[in-house]
């Protein structure tokens, strides 16, 4: 049995209760056990892999298949891609990049649509669906809006979007529509989006899946199961992850957390958190000791640009908890980072390379120790915004106050005549 919890207050809700922050002190809800699990440690890892010999979709699922921590009955209609199963590559280069014996990448970006809002987004749409619900919404900077849009489709429930007018990238408004999302832009960024779709969601019968959503958590926090398993239930000793609307970073806090006291791991992970220089109110709080809303944000990497996260609070207990931090990273560190993480033939969206870029910073300054186990969350596919890469790699890239990005490990592509001497040249050097 589950229950909804204040994280301020502690007042309790039904989990069918449609509500988004407590009604008695307006802070986060928490989705909390309030019986004790029948399984054991053993006996859950050895269900959990039985069942990736299953044929049953909630079996192949990344997230339901961890379903003894996830707050629904057994007969609940699952909305499912066959999210989650992302694999855990080793990062050679990028980690030779950052002063580390080792490196290891948890590619979230090969999730159905592209990004980790998949894990979250299967269990928020099938929350809307158990309560019957007929439209979905969220704010989105892009990656949002394709996930919700998705499982909408597949759910066939309605679905709106509200992203911020000229500020996402083509191709994830492309998924978005083909998915059938009623997409509305709104005039001024992200955090704009975000409170009149907040207010709209307190006025109306709609079902708002943005990370203030607690289910969406619950959807997320099983990457940090799945991650442990595929460590052989080792935890690494850091995890970074990129910081924007600070839901990654709740969630993977909270999976630690409960595979903690479930007894399935035995030591603790610190959990950085890494911001873009000019898009960091929670980098920012934790160098003043004030939460203070940035106004306006601004950053190439987009999927980060923002500037009054919602789950900052849960964030924090996350990095405090354990014994993490946080730091920001500059526009050209971003984009050297993602050019190194590409050739290591994996390549992601410029919001994920902070992680790299963060790693890089924390070793120079011995956060991190050389041969610590390191573990970077990549969050989005490289295919989100590939206007960004072509002007790296052909040196055209610019900082959103018109500064050249240098393209450190640029490629940029050469014209030859269509001469096999020309290109025997060409290609002399390769």
Request: a neutral charge.
């Amino acid at each position: 049995m589950f229950i909804q919890r204040c994280i301020n207050c502690a007042t309790e809700f039904d989990l069918d209760e449609r509500i988004y922050v407590c009604s008695h002190c307006g802070d986060l809800l928490d989705i909390e056990r309030v019986e004790p699990l029948a399984e054991g440690p053993d006996e859950l890892r050895a269900i959990w892999s039985d069942r990736l010999k299953s044929s049953d979709a909630h079996d192949r699922s990344g997230v339901w298949r961890f379903r003894e921590f996830l707050p629904f009955a057994s007969d609940v209609q699952v909305v499912s891609l066959g999210e989650g199963n992302t694999p855990l590559y080793d990062a050679p280069r990028s980690a030779e990049y950052c002063g580390l014996t080792s490196l290891k990448l948890k590619h979230q970006g090969n999730n159905p649509t592209g990004s980790f809002k998949d894990t979250g987004m299967t269990v928020a749409v099938t929350q809307a669906l158990s309560l019957r619900m007929h439209l979905v919404a969220c704010a989105s900077t892009g990656n949002t809006a394709a996930s919700l849009a998705a499982y909408a489709a597949r759910a066939r429930m309605a679905c709106a979007i509200l992203v911020p007018e000229g500020q996402v990238s083509d191709a994830k408004l492309a998924q978005a529509l083909d998915y059938g999302a009623k997409v509305l832009e709104i005039e001024g960024n992200f955090d704009v989006c975000m409170r009149v779709i907040k207010e709209l969601a307190e006025q109306s019968s709609l079902y708002l899946v943005n990370s203030i959503n607690s289910f969406r958590i619950e959807g997320q926090k099983t990457v940090a199961f799945e991650l442990a398993e595929q460590l052989g239930w080792q935890s690494p000793d850091h995890l970074v992850v990129p910081g924007g609307n600070l839901g990654n970073s709740s969630a993977f806090g909270k999976g630690l957390r409960e595979m903690l006291e479930h007894g399935l791991t035995r030591k603790q992970t610190r959990i950085s958190v890494i911001q873009a220089e000019g898009a960091a109110p929670f980098a920012r709080f934790y160098d003043s000791g004030q939460f203070v809303v940035e106004k306006q944000p601004h950053t190439l990497a987009t999927a980060i640009k923002i500037g009054a996260p919602v789950s900052w609070k849960k964030a924090s207990r996350a990095v405090n908890e354990t014994g993490g931090c946080v730091i920001t990273v500059s526009e050209q560190e971003i984009a050297d980072a993602k050019a190194t993480i590409g050739r290591d033939g994996i390549g992601c969206e410029p919001a994920s390379a902070t992680t790299v870029a963060g790693i890089r910073k924390l070793v120079i300054d011995g956060f991190i120790k050389k041969d610590e186990r390191v573990v970077a969350v990549l969050t989005g596919h490289l295919l989100k915004d590939t206007d960004y890469v072509i002007k790296y790699h052909s040196q055209t890239l610019t900082t959103p106050d018109h500064k050249l990005i240098r393209g450190t490990f640029g490629n940029a592509i050469t014209r030859v005549a269509a001469r096999p001497c020309a290109i025997e040249s060409a290609l002399k050097n390769l």
